[in-house]
Antibody, heavy 116, light 108 residues
Framework: EVQLVESGGALVQPGGSLRLSCAVS????????MHWVRQATGKGLEWVSG???????YYAGSVKGRFTISRENAKNSLHLQMNSLTDGDTAVYYC??????????WGQGTLVTVSS | SYELTQPPSVSVSPGQTARITCSAD??????AYWYQQKPGQAPVLVIY???ERPSGIPERFSGSSSGTTVTLTISGVQAEDEADYYC???????????FGGGTKLTVL
């Protein structure tokens, strides 16, 4: 059974940093692209970042230069390092498995709240 | 930046057909994907590559594409289909993804 479990969400002050993780199981992690998608309360989905099988990385304009996506293949884990956080980054962050057939599996999300 | 436009809301009665459109603001259009999201839950993929249905998704869900517009059709809508629906596509490089603003489907 495919599972994605996010962790690391917390309350952080503006300007602070946070590292999210996503532990995956049930599939061969190294053969899939992975993504982070976020959703502010009552708002729509926003793609944040993606990482390819070879480690190539991609970012939405709103987070480029502040967020860093990485993957730890030996531990079947995906990470998102978030720096210089602002109120606008407050959201539930989902990790999702990507591929030519779309984002076919999602975690349940982890809440990041940026507030003083 | 690449944008996808969806109607904010669609309402149908049970048993009717719901159609949700998603318009891209530029060509070429990459494949589109559709996700269903119920309150408090993670999104679920219901259509991929414009019109393909993942295993486990009911046959009443279908997708189509014409020009820069894709459409999610739900035939014989059931109460359980009430949810938010999001279209998704990639930019011309195929590496950066965009979601539409979402459409709230209400089953009257």
């Amino acid at each position: 059974e495919v599972q994605l479990v996010e962790s690391g969400g917390a309350l952080v002050q503006p300007g602070g940093s946070l590292r999210l993780s996503c532990a995956v199981s049930g599939f061969t992690f190294t053969t899939y692209d992975m993504h982070w998608v976020r959703q502010a309360t009552g708002k729509g989905l926003e793609w944040v970042s993606g990482i390819g099988k070879a480690g190539d990385t991609y970012y939405a304009g709103s987070v480029k230069g502040r967020f860093t996506i990485s993957r730890e293949n030996a531990k079947n884990s995906l990470h998102l390092q978030m720096n210089s956080l602002t109120d606008g980054d407050t959201a539930v962050y989902y990790c999702a498995r990507g591929g030519p057939n779309g984002f076919d599996y999602w975690g349940q999300g982890t809440l990041v709240t940026v507030s003083s | 930046s690449y944008e996808l436009t969806q109607p904010p809301s669609v309402s149908v009665s049970p048993g009717q057909t719901a159609r949700i459109t998603c318009s891209a603001d530029a060509l070429p259009k990459q494949y589109a994907y559709w996700y269903q999201q119920k309150p408090g839950q993670a999104p679920v993929l219901v259509i991929y590559k414009d019109s393909e249905r993942p295993s486990g998704i009911p046959e009443r869900f279908s997708g189509s594409s014409s020009g820069t517009t894709v459409t999610l059709t739900i035939s014989g809508v059931q109460a359980e289909d009430e949810a938010d629906y999001y279209c998704q596509s990639a930019d011309s490089s195929g590496t950066c993804w965009v979601f539409g603003g979402g459409t709230k489907l209400t089953v009257l």
